[in-house]
Structures are given as C-alpha cells and as structure tokens.
C-alpha cells in the first residue's frame, strides 16, 4: 500500500505541475522568465502548450492505468517503473510532435490546436497500435507533413482543415 501511496501522489504531482506550467504560460510567465525574444515567443509558447499537455496526457493515462489496476486487484510493483516513465515519455513525443508540426501548425493557431497535439499524442503515445483514433491521427499527420514538404504547402488557419480530410481517410 505504501508503494501505491507514493506512485498516486507521484502522478498527482505531475499533474499539479503541469497546470501550474501550463496557467503560467498563458499569463507569458515562462517566456519572460526564460527572457525568450517577442518574436519568438508565440511558437515557444506553443511548444511549451504542446509539450507540457504531452506530459499531461500521458500522466492522465498513467492515472487511469493505475487505479484500473488497483480496482481489479492486479496492480503489480514489477511495472512501476513503466508507470513511472509513461508521463516523461510522453512529453518527448509530444515535443518531438510540436517539432514536426512546428511552422505548418502552431504558429497558426491560438493555442488550442497545440494542446490539444500535445494532449493526444501524450495520452495515446503507449497504445498508437490498438487504437484506431492514434493510428489514423498518425497516418494523416505523416500525409500532411510530407505533402508540405514535397509541395511546400503551409497549412493556414484557413485551409488547414480542407486539406487534412483530403489526406485523411
């Protein structure tokens, strides 16, 4: 019990951190602290959204893994480090995502579009495989990506949705 105790409030910490990092990069805190430069501060903002919603989704994941397995009884210590890493994991493919994406997308949002990548890439970055959602997100961010590179199309605010149902099944 001890053990579970301290992986509950590990998850809750992270969770707790991550609204803090989160309100202070809406009221432009961390970039004035970090002393990022206006003009780029808005894609650092929006990486700061993606990454730390990333860390997010994927301590939310952790969360629901963790009391599911202590409901059924088959919680095991063997895994903790798995659950520990989950969140930190997620983060990365979050970051590397608002890489990937970084002057196609975020730059050309108000924020939302951003959290919500990072969110999801977090939360479904250990279960892309089995679920149909992630795995089609993944194919139809891959089709964007590389039609913007071979014909240089940036996705704007304006025809971002257009285009991703033409590369979207």
């Known amino acids: ?3 579970q105790s301290i992986e509950a409030a590990y998850l809750l910490i992270i969770v707790v951190i991550s609204f803090v990092i989160l309100y202070n990069n809406y009221i432009g805190k961390i970039a ?3 002393n990022i430069p206006p003009e780029q501060s808005q894609v650092f903002t929006k990486m700061i959204y993606c990454s730390v919603c990333g860390l997010l989704g994927g301590a939310i994941f952790d969360i629901k893994w963790f009391y599911k397995t202590i409901a059924h009884g088959y919680w095991n210590e063997d895994r903790v480090y798995w659950r520990f890493f989950t969140p930190i994991v997620s983060l990365t493919f979050a970051f590397c995502l608002a890489c990937i994406f970084g002057e196609n997308i975020i730059v050309h949002d108000n924020g939302f579009a951003a959290a919500t990548l990072g969110f999801l890439s977090g939360y479904f970055s250990f279960k892309g495989s089995t679920y149909p959602f992630c ?3 993944c194919i139809c961010s891959g089709r964007m990506i590389v039609s913007s590179v071979i014909f240089r199309h940036s ?3 304006s025809s971002r949705w257009e285009t991703s149902s033409a590369f979207c099944p």
């Open 135 to 137: 795995t089609n997100f």
């Open 32 to 34: 004035v602290i970090l």
């Open 1 to 3: 019990k001890i053990k």
């Open 155 to 157: 996705f704007t605010s």
